[in-house]
């Protein structure tokens, strides 16, 4: 990107902590991977480079949907406020094709393996366009490329939510939201909006998929944070189905959440609808432990007979009662408790 456009993209958090996150998981398969890379002076990167440099790290990626990546690839980055337009994709086929003049390997990284030493030292020379892809993931799809200017830039659905554009230099567009709620496009499903993105909350609530359950958080309390308080919140009524593991990432939700939130309507009635659907369920030491957690994220101190008087409490309407209090409550003791006289 541009050194303005690295500017604006310090107001959306999207943008590093997302380039964070694909650099830690290309590296923790294997992979070298660097971002912000520079192709051409006056600051022109590329979001990320991802280096595959033998047929065998290539075949290690054939069932996930990095699939198509071959020795070299650039890896785009379009977050919902950085939507792709035909300017920016232009200039970032630019950069793509800078890249191919840049070496792959420095000499002392090259692997003594005779197969591997072979691919390794063609690849300190200048990339062929055919040893190179171009992946750009879009939060927000790209209509006037994949509709309106079809023809021109010839991008085809090879599957739900992935385009290709076969020419000699491999490009590809992937659309999260469209994306099979399946184990090969887990890695992009955190980048869903909408309903894809709900049921791949559910999903990672259930399977215990924590490092994109924590991705979603991160980013989504700037692109979508209303959709991610619902999903959060309606864990309650299944926290059978929660991996153990998985609630601290829950309970860390809670601590970092904006205090304002809990003024806001549509945040109330979530609460108050998801903690009632529990009691009605007659799940009252979920409620119980519920209605403590609620208490500690929202006061800085809760004294122990008071956790010790809920957990004591069988009576499913005062726990209700609580709970409506605890929402409007701006101190402690603006809370009722009827706690037993001394």
């Not at 122990?304 to 004591?312: F, K, P, Y």
Request: a neutral charge; aromatic letters at 8%; glycine letters at 4%.
């Amino acid at each position: 990107m541009s050194s303005n456009q690295h500017k604006t993209s310090k107001h959306e958090p999207f943008d590093e902590t997302t380039k964070a996150f694909y650099q830690r998981l290309f590296q923790n398969w294997g992979f070298k991977a660097e971002t912000e890379r520079e192709v051409f002076s006056h600051s022109r990167t590329i979001d990320l480079v991802v280096t595959c440099p033998t047929k065998a790290d290539r075949k290690r990626l054939q069932k996930t949907v990095f699939a198509h990546f071959r020795q070299w690839n650039a890896v785009e980055l379009k977050g919902f406020h950085d939507p792709l337009t035909l300017d920016n994709f232009n200039r970032i086929m630019m950069r793509a094709w800078g890249l191919g003049v840049k070496k792959s390997l420095p000499k002392s990284e090259v692997a003594s393996d005779s197969s591997v030493h072979e691919e390794s030292e063609e690849s300190t020379t200048p990339q062929l366009p055919t040893e190179m892809s171009v992946t750009i993931i879009c939060v927000t799809r790209p209509d006037n490329i994949l509709v309106q200017f079809k023809e021109e830039y010839r991008f085809f659905a090879q599957e739900k939510g992935i385009y290709l554009s076969d020419d000699i230099l491999s490009r590809w567009i992937i659309h999260p939201s469209e994306l099979e709620l399946v184990p090969k496009n887990y890695p992009l499903l955190p980048l869903a909006r909408g309903k894809k993105l709900e049921a791949f909350i559910a999903l990672c609530l259930r399977e215990g998929l924590n490092k994109y359950l924590q991705l979603i958080i991160d980013i989504g309390l700037a692109t979508d944070p209303e959709l991610i308080w619902r999903k959060i919140l309606e864990v309650k009524p299944m926290k059978h189905m929660i991996h153990e593991e998985t609630w601290p990432i829950i309970d860390q939700f809670f601590q970092e959440m904006p205090e304002a939130i809990g003024k806001l309507p549509t945040f109330q009635e979530a609460l108050s609808d998801s903690m009632r659907q529990g009691i009605k369920q007659g799940e009252q030491r979920g409620e119980q432990r519920a209605l403590i957690r609620q208490l500690h994220h929202k006061f800085n101190s809760v004294p122990t007979g008071i956790v010790q008087h809920i957990e004591a409490t069988t009576d499913l309407g005062q726990l209700d009662n609580w709970l409506d209090q605890i929402i409007s409550a701006q101190k402690l003791a603006d809370i009722d408790f009827n706690l037993p006289k001394k």
